[in-house]
């Protein structure tokens, strides 16, 4: 098949000024650099809905957590996944080619791609949505551009939080319904009314309970105030609307990494928050695909404005899949069921957390994969109920088809106990986002689950279990790549030094953990350790920190 002139010529005027790669989390650089990028990530995909039977695929401008001058392009699958393996390979290939037609070439023979830009044929759309930041709108255009160049339709959403696009392409797909943000928040308020109605242990909203959200200046807070106009959640206070620059001291990622309350740029918010409230806060990412919880240590909320480095311990991904798991295992005690329900972590979950899921039994397994939500994604499908969480607070419940159909009969076919065990679990399915990690799905199931629980606070779920003392450092080296990991990267192979040190100091202190990889994201080495005593460890880290700079080289000043 001959590719039309125009579409080459077009992708061969964009050609971008250094090397990109798609990472787990897409293309991602200061957005000046990016309009190359994101042309050809249009035509890429465009090339993805054109390869397979689909409505559509998705493209979402975001740079996540990252700072307010960044952006970045992603694309999602037709089943509202992250992009497949293999085409992130092409997409790296395509955004670095001085030669397009040639790759062009190779999709039409290997991956069916029909070039052709002929009207008449049915043409599969990509879905697109951005974030808040300054260059996101603009970069949407190019995308329009690409699109309609390869006669595909283009539908924007307009700023969209990611999960929110991934789910409108899944449902488009695989419900053949119009998705938009109405049956996206519908679903949510479905699912809360249903858990009030059969499982709150206390069923009024007039507590003293308050719920603060830090929106990290980014696009959750529209999320969030859509939300409270479609559920009947009281007292949610959101901080942080827009004001202040976007993820800059405040939102989810710094909160994990610093443990410090966040800079709230509008305060006022909070100061009307009467003194003997009971007060979630919870912190979404720029993007809102991160939530985490924390608790500071001042409880005068009225007087937190943040700039104090006021310490707060954080509630972060691993405790959302303990109370998650707890709760989905005492419905399921209800109904004894054989669903199978599977507990994903990385091994960056705090091993109390990784031994308190064990001791919860069965039904309950508990796995460990390789950092990255596309591999918890894949294992949790594996089970009829999957729950994945990463440390940083991306993750969410997913229930098969099988699950799903098995709790509809129960429903159909009992009474009582087990039919209110049934619809629970079902309302769970329905707030939990189907297709991918969600912090405003996800605080909606927090709050749910704090409420079946008959917890108010948040310390009842923070004393299930004590973290271990753990330490985290980012390390920059000459070359990161001379780290190799097997064993979901829980054991080093190379540098041999490495690798024999680690082997040595793990014999000679059992209790104790070390994880050394290089980082996926970005140019750094991460190093993380557990262990009961904090001083001990950061001697052993010590000692890890001194081989790798080593091994690796110091950078070059
Ligand atoms: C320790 C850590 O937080 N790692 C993050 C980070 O990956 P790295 O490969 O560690 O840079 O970014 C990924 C994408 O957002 C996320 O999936 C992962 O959990």
Same mark, same amino acid.
């Given at each position: 098949?001959?590719?039309?002139?125009?579409?080459?010529?077009?992708?061969?005027?964009?050609?971008?000024?250094?090397?990109?790669?798609?990472?787990?989390? /897409?293309?991602?650089?200061?957005?000046?650099?990016?309009? &190359?990028?994101?042309?050809?990530?249009?035509?890429?995909?465009?090339?993805?809905?054109?390869?397979?039977?689909?409505?559509?695929?998705?493209?979402?401008?975001?740079?996540?957590?990252?700072?307010?001058?960044?952006?970045?392009?992603?694309?999602?699958?037709?089943?509202?996944?992250?992009?497949?393996?293999?085409?992130?390979?092409?997409?790296?290939?395509?955004?670095?080619?001085?030669?397009?037609?040639?790759?062009?070439?190779?999709?039409?023979?290997?991956?069916?791609?029909?070039?052709?830009?002929?009207?008449?044929?049915? =043409?599969?759309?990509?879905?697109?949505?951005?974030?808040?930041?300054?260059?996101?709108?603009?970069?949407?255009?190019?995308?329009?551009?690409?699109?309609?160049?390869?006669?595909?339709?283009?539908?924007?959403?307009?700023?969209?939080?990611?999960?929110?696009?991934?789910?409108?392409?899944?449902?488009?797909?695989? %419900?053949?319904?119009?998705?938009?943000?109405?049956?996206?928040?519908?679903?949510?308020?479905?699912?809360?009314?249903?858990?009030?109605?059969?499982?709150?242990?206390?069923?009024?909203?007039?507590?003293?309970?308050?719920?603060?959200?830090?929106?990290?200046?980014?696009?959750?807070?529209?999320?969030?105030?859509?939300?409270?106009?479609?559920?009947?959640?009281?007292?949610?206070?959101?901080?942080?609307?827009?004001?202040?620059?976007?993820?800059?001291?405040?939102?989810?990622?710094?909160?994990?990494?610093?443990?410090?309350?966040?800079?709230?740029?509008?305060?006022?918010?909070?100061?009307?928050?009467?003194?003997?409230?009971?007060?979630?806060?919870?912190?979404?990412?720029?993007?809102?695909?991160?939530?985490? !919880?924390?608790?500071?240590?001042? @409880?005068? !909320?009225?007087?937190?404005?943040?700039?104090?480095?006021?310490?707060?311990?954080?509630?972060?991904?691993?405790?959302?899949?303990?109370?998650?798991?707890?709760?989905?295992?005492?419905?399921?005690?209800?109904?004894?069921?054989?669903?199978?329900?599977?507990?994903?972590?990385?091994? !960056?979950?705090?091993?109390?957390?990784?031994?308190?899921?064990? %001791?919860?039994?069965?039904?309950?397994?508990?796995?460990?994969?390789?950092?990255?939500?596309?591999?918890?994604?894949?294992?949790?499908?594996?089970?009829?109920?999957?729950?994945?969480?990463?440390?940083?607070?991306?993750?969410?419940?997913?229930?098969?088809?099988?699950?799903?159909?098995?709790?509809?009969?129960?429903?159909?076919?009992? @009474?009582?106990?087990?039919?209110?065990?049934?619809?629970?679990?079902?309302?769970?399915?329905?707030?939990?986002?189907?297709?991918?990690?969600?912090?405003?799905?996800?605080?909606?199931?927090?709050?749910?689950?704090?409420?079946?629980?008959?917890?108010?606070?948040?310390?009842?779920?923070?004393?299930?279990?004590?973290?271990?003392?753990?330490?985290?450092?980012?390390?920059?080296?000459?070359?990161?790549?001379?780290?190799?990991?097997?064993?979901?990267?829980?054991?080093?192979?190379?540098?041999?030094?490495?690798?024999?040190?680690?082997?040595?100091?793990?014999?000679?202190?059992?209790?104790?953990?070390?994880?050394? =990889?290089?980082?996926?994201?970005?140019?750094?080495? =991460?190093? !993380?350790?557990?262990? &009961?005593?904090?001083?001990?460890?950061?001697?052993?880290?010590?000692?890890?920190?001194?081989?790798?700079?080593?091994?690796? /080289?110091?950078?070059?000043?």
């Amino acid at each position: 098949m001959t590719i039309d002139e125009n579409i080459i010529c077009e992708i061969q005027n964009w050609k971008p000024s250094q090397l990109f790669s798609y990472g787990t989390a /897409g293309f991602r650089a200061r957005a000046n650099l990016l309009p &190359p990028v994101v042309f050809r990530c249009g035509i890429l995909a465009a090339a993805r809905a054109l390869s397979v039977p689909c409505v559509c695929v998705g493209l979402m401008i975001t740079a996540s957590h990252n700072p307010s001058e960044d952006n970045g392009v992603k694309i999602i699958e037709p089943d509202g996944s992250m992009l497949d393996e293999k085409w992130e390979r092409i997409a790296s290939k395509l955004i670095n080619s001085e030669n397009p037609r040639e790759i062009l070439q190779e999709l039409c023979f290997e991956e069916n791609v029909c070039w052709t830009t002929d009207s008449k044929s049915i =043409r599969p759309a990509v879905y697109v949505g951005y974030d808040s930041r300054e260059s996101s709108e603009p970069l949407s255009r190019l995308v329009e551009q690409a699109v309609k160049l390869m006669g595909l339709k283009y539908k924007c959403f307009g700023r969209v939080t990611t999960p929110q696009l991934h789910y409108f392409v899944k449902v488009a797909n695989e %419900d053949g319904i119009q998705a938009n943000k109405e049956n996206y928040f519908q679903r949510l308020s479905m699912g809360w009314d249903i858990l009030s109605q059969y499982a709150f242990a206390d069923n009024s909203e007039s507590e003293n309970v308050f719920r603060v959200v830090d929106c990290a200046n980014g696009v959750g807070h529209e999320a969030m105030q859509d939300l409270t106009h479609f559920t009947k959640i009281d007292n949610i206070v959101c901080v942080n609307t827009g004001n202040g620059e976007l993820n800059k001291h405040c939102g989810a990622d710094f909160i994990q990494k610093n443990t410090v309350f966040p800079i709230i740029s509008d305060p006022f918010h909070i100061k009307s928050i009467p003194s003997n409230a009971l007060v979630h806060f919870c912190s979404l990412d720029g993007d809102a695909d991160r939530l985490v !919880y924390f608790i500071p240590e001042k @409880t005068e !909320y009225s007087s937190l404005s943040g700039s104090s480095n006021q310490r707060v311990r954080v509630l972060e991904g691993d405790r959302l899949s303990v109370l998650a798991a707890i709760v989905v295992k005492k419905f399921l005690d209800l109904l004894q069921s054989n669903l199978s329900v599977g507990v994903i972590q990385t091994a !960056y979950a705090n091993g109390a957390s990784t031994q308190f899921l064990k %001791d919860l039994g069965k039904p309950i397994q508990v796995e460990c994969v390789s950092t990255g939500v596309k591999h918890l994604e894949r294992a949790a499908r594996r089970y009829d109920i999957g729950i994945f969480w990463e440390a940083n607070g991306h993750g969410t419940i997913l229930f098969s088809e099988n699950a799903k159909s098995f709790l509809r009969k129960i429903i159909e076919s009992t @009474t009582g106990q087990k039919k209110n065990a049934a619809l629970c679990l079902l309302a769970l399915s329905s707030i939990a986002n189907q297709a991918t990690g969600d912090a405003i799905c996800n605080f909606v199931l927090a709050e749910s689950l704090l409420k079946v629980m008959g917890w108010q606070d948040l310390v009842s779920w923070e004393s299930l279990y004590q973290d271990l003392p753990n330490c985290y450092k980012a390390l920059h080296v000459q070359n990161k790549e001379l780290i190799q990991t097997t064993d979901q990267e829980r054991k080093v192979t190379a540098p041999h030094s490495l690798s024999v040190v680690m082997k040595n100091l793990s014999e000679s202190n059992p209790s104790y953990r070390f994880l050394v =990889r290089p980082s996926g994201t970005e140019n750094i080495v =991460r190093l !993380y350790g557990e262990g &009961p005593s904090l001083p001990t460890l950061k001697c052993l880290m010590e000692q890890i920190e001194t081989v790798v700079l080593q091994a690796c /080289g110091t950078p070059e000043s």
